[in-house]
């Protein structure tokens, strides 16, 4: 696939865009600063030195090292506040107003079908089905979404693997088999936020053969930095060009480049592969209790640093739970997921917290 065949994909008011040209964009470098209107002197709080200037529109370092992270080239990185920003921009970059469209698989994330109403463009729905197979008790029929793609002005396929709110991670088969198909007719983004957790390799290994596949990563889950908003989208540079184009003019703070660089040092990552081994065990301790709890009805498999239990009463165990200063998330409003809420894995003492307040509704209940 060319760069013309990929930028045809793109919203044609947008190809030659070239954004706001700001006073970081146009010139950098310089010992006296007088381009961009800030104050000369830095605010008088702590840790304020530097505040005062506008920081990089991509910081160049950050930029460097999260590619080396994702086995990714700098030109085929943006950074954005967290996945967020990048799935917005995806789809406000792509989709027309009023006429192109976005696939989802429900259950799912749900800021991909925010982001698509906000641009008022179509959702196009392939839901994920219910199977047997206790190992992998959700399925993505690739057939459909491939189908549902080829026959709606489908400009993006979202991805979510590992699924959220499900916590299964696709096939690689799959992934490859949806992004073969659709060479040419969209843009296929794999959301691996939980991308550390998970067995199988990165989908960024496919996009040497598929270069209409992007993949969202984040240092939210895994490397602890979630209050800094720090998210990755790894696609072909010429779409990257054009993102970096529409998005804000600094998006990234300099305090959250400063966080992001320290959590990526070697010290702490080896660190953060400790907590990552740390959470794996502690979720399938957690999953293996709670299935001998009675009134939980099943703990699905996960791949990402959550559970998702199947319990008799959900909204009572929810609110017990709220009552006892434990918050899990209800996911029952999901498709497939009705009588479920998911949990969060955290410190041995945090899941203990978790496993007390379904242990305690049993004892209440019998």
Known sequence: MSANDLLALVRPDLRGFGGYSSARKEASGGRVFLNANESPWAPAIEGGEGLNRYPEPQPEALVERLAVLYGAQPDELLVGRGS??????LVRALCRAGE????????????Y???ARVQNAALVEVPLRATQDPARPFALDADAVIAAALGNPVKLVFLCSPNNPTG???PVATIERIADALAGRAIVVVDEAYGEFMRQPSAVGLR???PHLAVLRTLSKAHALAGARIGSLIAAPELIRVLRAIMAPYPISAPCARAALAALEPTALAQTQVHIAQLIAERE???SALEHVPGVLGVYPSDANFLVVRCIEPAVIYRRALAAGVVLRDVSRYPLLGDSLRISIGTPADNAAALAIFTNAAEAAA
Not at 84 to 89: H, K, N, V
Not at 100 to 111: K, N
């Open 84 to 89: 967020d920003e990048p799935i917005d921009l």
């Open 100 to 111: 192109d469209a976005v696939l989802i698989c429900p259950p799912t994330f749900g800021m």
């Open 113 to 115: 079908s925010v982001a």
């Open 168 to 170: 299964q991670a696709l």
């Open 208 to 210: 040497a053969r598929f």
């Open 285 to 287: 301790a957690l999953r």
